[in-house]
């Protein structure tokens, strides 16, 4: 069994850690911008693709750690739209890791009790990926512990574009007036669509920028940066995110009442 129930004891060990995550609020949604991957590697003298490799065993366990948190929602960015200029080598190396992990997020899948839905341009990715994609999502469709989102092949742009296509058609068809088109109407054509917005994002080593990552999604996250490289990144540092998350004052464009 890979998550537990929340017992900051399981997860810590000790009484006094269980007071310190106690009284922390959890984030429902927490979206990963995971960076440093080849910058972790080249520090250590190996190939950019060690770091996704290294990078992959993370995302396995933050997976496990968000669910025994009891973060609801993980949304990773896994390859970009604009990922697909990289070193051919490299590409090969994230599908072939892609294509592994999906196996092995199938089990944890099932095991779990874990929905996972891929977002971005399905299309543009190998036909086997596209199977295993379609096998995993709908195997897991009715799960309800934990909801895994992983962006491949995702640009928040290209995800805009895709949609407004969509949307000009129901338009045509007649499927709603002009007058009608309101934010949620326009969030249910996104990929995101019955998800909610993020409350959290967190973008590791140093970089300070969104990259074309749910630019519509994000609008009041709350944002976390750290200089932790990805495949540094552990359960520790989650909880010192979701710990500075706890000190935010979120107002949504509001004044605070006093
Ligand atoms: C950014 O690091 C990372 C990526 C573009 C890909 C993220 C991929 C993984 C974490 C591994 C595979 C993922 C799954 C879901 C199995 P970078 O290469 O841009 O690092 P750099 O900024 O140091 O060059």
Not at 20 to 29: A, E, G, M, N, R
Not at 104 to 110: A, L, P, V
Not at 121 to 135: C, S
Request: proline share 3%; with cysteine; hydrophobic share 35%.
């Amino acid at each position: 069994m890979l998550f537990c129930a929340v017992s900051p004891v399981s997860l810590y060990g000790g009484m006094k850690q269980m007071d310190d995550i106690s009284h922390l609020k959890i984030p429902t949604h927490v979206s990963i911008i995971m960076d440093g991957n080849g910058r972790w590697a080249k520090k250590r003298g190996m190939p950019r693709t060690y770091g996704h490799k290294k990078g992959a065993d993370v995302v396995v366990d933050i997976c496990r750690d968000a669910g025994n948190l009891g973060i609801k929602y993980l949304t990773i960015y896994a390859f970009s739209t604009e990922n697909w200029s990289r070193p051919e080598k490299e590409v090969k190396t994230l599908m072939l890791l892609f294509g592994r992990y999906l196996k092995i997020c199938y089990d944890e899948s099932m095991e779990n009790n874990m929905r996972v839905r891929v977002i971005g341009d399905k299309t543009g990715l190998a036909p086997d990926i596209q199977e295993k994609i379609r096998v995993l999502e709908e195997d897991s469709r009715t799960f309800t512990r934990f909801n895994l989102q992983i962006a491949i092949n995702y640009g928040s742009r290209d995800e805009m574009l895709r949609a407004m296509r969509v949307m000009l058609d129901d338009y045509k068809d007649g499927k709603f007036k002009k007058e009608e088109l309101d934010e949620a109407r326009f969030s249910s054509y996104l990929d995101t669509a019955d998800i909610p917005d993020p409350d959290l994002m967190i973008r590791t080593s140093g970089e300070l920028r969104l990259s074309n990552y749910l630019m519509w999604q994000h609008a009041y996250s709350e944002f976390y940066f750290t200089d932790v490289p990805w495949p540094d990144f552990n359960k520790a540092e989650l909880v010192k995110a979701i710990e500075a998350y706890n000190a935010r004052d979120r107002r949504y464009g509001k004044v605070k009442e006093t």
